[in-house]
Every structure is written in structure tokens, then in C-alpha cells.
T-cell receptor
Framework: RKEVEQDPGPFNVPEGATVAFNCTYSNSASQSFFWYRQDCRKEPKLLMSVYSSGNEDGRFTAQLNRASQYISLLIRDSKLSDSATYLCVVNMNFNKFYFGSGTKLNVKP | NAGVMQNPRHLVRRRGQEARLRCSPMKGHSHVYWYRQLPEEGLKFMVYLQKENIIDESGMPKERFSAEFPKEGPSILRIQQVVRGDSAAYFC??????????????FGSGTRLTVV
């Protein structure tokens, strides 16, 4: 079983739609969690950290469910510029992060 | 404040040659991490270094790959006798001491290695 698993998509949604991605992780001792965004052939960029209580940053909401070992990302009012691959990232060993393979989002006009 | 700088951006090597990838961390960052991304796959951890120390190299292939982060100068990822399967994007990330756990990494733009 992979350390971090994501649905590869693609998710094709119209502008203005709400879309949600889930990600599951295998190690219950995992300690910190992040969502990164990666545009085609570019480096991953940190989108947001994920806290146990859930957190929101503008149109983006991240949640963590430790009991079920999954994290989620909700994007409201999708913009064309949100089209990218979203990477779920889990820290299991202090400084070593495990990346999911990513979920591709296409927002269409 | 310059970000994480990687060079070259693109590198083409023939099978059997050596590839050297360089990474200069952000100013004030003392921790460097190397990741590899194969086409259509996620990033895979390779090695974690501090100045003059390899902290965790559990993701490094046992042969042909080595990494260093000298007291002066950039971190170097070295691949000897490259094979076609080494073709990938290699990303370097850096963080200040002890903060990656809470704040994540900052990545460089990557080096895309093509072995022909």
C-alpha cells in the first residue's frame, strides 16, 4: 500500500463550481499534513497546511480526519486559474515528506 | 530574497555519462532535500542534508547516486553512469532548521534530466 493515495482525476468542472479532493494516508503516526499545488512542468508550491481543527484560506478549506486517516481539500467558486495538479503531502518522519501522485483539476469556462 | 536556485534547468546526458545537479538553498536555510519526480508520478524523497552532513539518504538508490552539501557552495546531486530510467525532474527544497515539520518546504524550479 502506498503511503499516500489520491484519486488522479482529472476532475473537470465549470467555473464557479465547488470541488473536493480526498487523500488517504497509511501511517497513523503521521504528524503534519499539507496541500501543494503543481502546475504543468513547474515546481510544487505550498497551498496550505492542514490542521486537526480544519482551516480555511479564502476559497480553500482543508480538513483532517485522523480516525479515518484522510485529509480533504475543498475549493469553492472555482476559477480558471485553479487548474493544476493538487498534491497531498504527509509528514511521517520529522523532515521527510511523502507526496501523493496528485489529483488533476481542470476548470473550464 | 532569492528563492531556492537550481541549475541547470535542463540537462541532457548520454547513457554512461555523469550528471551533476546543483541546488542553492534560500538565504538562511540550512536544510536541503532532494526529490525525484518521474513522468506522471508523485515526488519521491531521495535525501536530506544539512551542511556537511547527510541526515537521511533512505531514498537514494544504492548505486550511482550521491549527494553532498559542503560548508561552502551549493548542494550537489551526482548521478554516475546515467541510464534512461534516470530521466526525471529532480527538485530540491530547503527549510530553516527544524521548521519543515510545521511549515513545509520551499522548492526550487527543478532540473529536468533527459538521458538519451
Amino acid at each position: 500500500r502506498k503511503e499516500v493515495e489520491q484519486d488522479p482525476g482529472p476532475f473537470n468542472v465549470p467555473e464557479g463550481a465547488t470541488v473536493a479532493f480526498n487523500c488517504t494516508y497509511s501511517n497513523s503516526a503521521s504528524q503534519s499534513f499539507f496541500w501543494y499545488r503543481q502546475d504543468c512542468r513547474k515546481e510544487p508550491k505550498l497551498l496550505m497546511s492542514v490542521y486537526s481543527s480544519g482551516n480555511e484560506d479564502g476559497r480553500f478549506t482543508a480538513q483532517l480526519n485522523r480516525a479515518s486517516q484522510y485529509i480533504s481539500l475543498l475549493i469553492r467558486d472555482s476559477k480558471l486559474s485553479d487548474s493544476a495538479t493538487y498534491l497531498c503531502v504527509v509528514n511521517m518522519n520529522f523532515n521527510k515528506f511523502y507526496f501523493g501522485s496528485g489529483t488533476k483539476l481542470n476548470v473550464k469556462p | 530574497n532569492a528563492g531556492v536556485m537550481q541549475n541547470p534547468r535542463h540537462l541532457v546526458r548520454r547513457r554512461g555519462q555523469e550528471a551533476r545537479l546543483r541546488c542553492s538553498p534560500m538565504k538562511g536555510h540550512s536544510h536541503v532535500y532532494w526529490y525525484r519526480q518521474l513522468p506522471e508520478e508523485g515526488l519521491k524523497f531521495m535525501v536530506y542534508l544539512q551542511k556537511e552532513n547527510i541526515i537521511d539518504e533512505s531514498g537514494m538508490p544504492k548505486e550511482r547516486f550521491s549527494a553532498e552539501f559542503p560548508k561552502e557552495g551549493p548542494s550537489i546531486l551526482r548521478i554516475q553512469q546515467v541510464v534512461r530510467g534516470d530521466s526525471a525532474a529532480y527538485f530540491c527544497a530547503s527549510s530553516p532548521a527544524g521548521t519543515a515539520y510545521n511549515y513545509g518546504y520551499t522548492f526550487g524550479s527543478g532540473t529536468r534530466l533527459t538521458v538519451v
